[in-house]
């Protein structure tokens, strides 16, 4: 299974953007690397995913490395409801699992 | 409403009861995914299904955990004669399609508490 890893926890101040690094060096050529978050008491919600280039949508920013080992999801303006347990998912060859890890949970301050 | 639906929200066994978990996907999605997250984990792969076909149960703890998924729509993930370490909650997600290009939409849980 493609293993993540990311820090344990982050800080950042409300209005700044924020920057939160992932680790998959086990990943394969043809997976797609996903960003999900969790907000406490509720399953998790997709955030962005991509593959090889850089990825925008509404909520962030995708940077993904060029030799793929790494990916950096971007949070342009934190906000309060930011404030939530991210994960990044590297995909597993062969399956449609999504293996999640740990996570970084992030804090916004005020 | 138009997201994935787990019942109950809280579930509270006695240790040695069986109990049965209840996903309803968003209509016409194939996937549907099971997983199991303990208190300030992440949540770790139990099983998935494309239509009604199980793909995958490695993530299944033992052979007192049993998914189906009958009519390829409604999941219910069973746990037979219940022990504390099950307690956890347990999260369904459904995609449209099965692919790794594919977003997952999360229900909220089900909150399993063995006593």
């Known amino acids: 299974d493609a293993k993540t890893t990311q820090p344990n926890s982050m800080e950042s101040n409300e209005e700044e953007p924020v920057h939160l690094p992932c680790n998959h060096s086990t990943i394969s050529g043809t997976d797609y690397i996903h960003w999900y978050r969790q907000l406490p008491s509720q399953g998790p919600e997709y955030v962005i995913h991509g593959l090889t280039s850089n990825v925008n949508n509404r909520m962030a920013s995708l940077a993904i490395a060029e030799d793929r080992k790494s990916s950096t999801l971007i949070l342009h303006r934190a906000t309060l409801r930011d404030a939530a347990v991210y994960y990044c998912i590297g995909g597993t060859s062969g399956t449609y699992k999504y293996i999640f890890g740990t996570g970084t949970r992030l804090k916004v301050l005020a | 409403g138009a997201g994935v639906s787990q019942s109950p929200r809280y579930k509270v066994a006695k240790r040695g009861q069986d109990v049965a978990l209840r996903c309803d996907p968003i209509s016409g999605h194939v996937s549907l995914f099971w997983y199991q997250q303990a208190l300030g984990q992440g949540p770790e792969f139990l099983t998935y299904?494309?239509?009604?076909?199980?793909?995958?149960k490695s993530g299944l703890p033992s052979d007192r955990f049993f998914a189906e998924r009958p009519e390829g729509s409604v999941s219910t993930l069973k746990i037979q004669r219940t022990q504390q370490e099950d307690s956890a909650v347990y999260l369904c997600?459904?995609?449209?399609?099965?692919?790794?290009?594919?977003?997952?939409?999360f229900g909220s849980g089900t909150q399993l508490s063995v006593l």
């Open positions: 997600a459904s995609s449209l399609k099965m692919g790794f290009n594919e977003k997952l939409f």
């Open positions: 299904f494309q239509n009604e076909a199980q793909l995958d």
